[in-house]
């Protein structure tokens, strides 16, 4: 099972570009999220979709674009790359409550992408 | 604001000895806690959770971790390390009503030497 999927897995670039960073699951979840970690700071949620069509901001939104048209792919667009956005970034996805309440909070990561922005 | 502190930035740890990674949240509401696992240059694993019921709950591989309320804790412990649990620890919370929001701490990475 390939699970949650990140490309690319490493990135360089320069202020000012835009880039985005792709999301595959194929687990058929519902909840699909973006995380940023950082040292020291843990991880921070950028966006989350709880489906197809649905997004809202998570706790470190601004700077960042997402897009939920599948169930399977949730791209993380950086519209403007600032040095500040250097970070590693994990997609992660999970199921609704409902199905199955010993499933809540299970979140299953990618690998992660790590940017730098020079 | 909900916020999850995690008292320890680094353990060390002699093989075989007793451990406890240190947790406490901040929240108004009812909350689901969890511990995930970092190995190195891998995403988050889910090591364990506390979602109602017994405030103690237990990993597959040895870890324990007890949910006190009235001191709003949730720390991890394991009685004898191995070599294999260096990695870094995350402390969670999710007051979202479980839609998978979590809110994670800063990590404690756990260093176990021979």
């Known amino acids: 099972n390939a699970g949650v999927t990140q490309t690319p897995k490493f990135q360089v670039l320069k202020t000012g570009q835009s880039m985005t960073l792709q999301c595959a699951q194929d687990?058929?979840?519902?909840?699909m999220s973006w995380y940023r970690q950082d040292p020291g700071m843990g991880l921070r949620l950028i966006h989350y979709?709880?489906?197809?069509?649905?997004?809202d901001q998570g706790e470190v939104p601004n700077g960042y674009n997402v897009s939920r048209s599948t169930t399977e792919d949730f791209p993380l667009r950086l519209l403007s790359a600032a040095p500040s956005q250097t970070s590693v970034y994990f997609c992660?996805?999970?199921?609704?409550?409902?199905?199955?309440?010993?499933?809540?909070?299970?979140?299953?990561f990618g690998e992660g992408s790590r940017l730098t922005v020079l | 604001a909900q916020s999850v502190t995690q008292l320890d930035s680094q353990v060390p740890v002699f093989e075989e000895a007793p451990v406890e990674l240190r947790c406490n949240y901040s929240?108004?509401?009812?909350?689901?806690l969890f511990w995930y696992v970092q190995y190195p240059n891998q995403g988050l694993q889910l090591l364990l959770k506390?979602?109602?019921?017994?405030?103690l709950v237990e990993s597959i591989n040895g870890f324990e971790a007890e949910f006190n309320k009235s001191q709003t804790s949730f720390h991890l412990r394991k009685p004898s390390v191995h070599i294999s649990d260096t990695a870094e620890y995350f402390c969670?919370?999710?007051?979202?009503?479980?839609?998978?929001?979590?809110?994670f701490g800063a990590g404690t990475r756990l260093a176990v030497h021979p």
């Open positions: 992660a996805s999970s199921t609704p409550p409902g199905r199955g309440a010993t499933n809540t909070g299970e979140l299953f």
């Open positions: 687990m058929n979840h519902e909840y």
């Open positions: 979709s709880v489906g197809a069509g649905i997004t």
């Open positions: 929240s108004s509401v009812s909350v689901y």
């Open positions: 506390y979602l109602s019921g017994s405030t």
């Open positions: 969670a919370v999710d007051t979202s009503g479980g839609y998978n929001k979590l809110i």
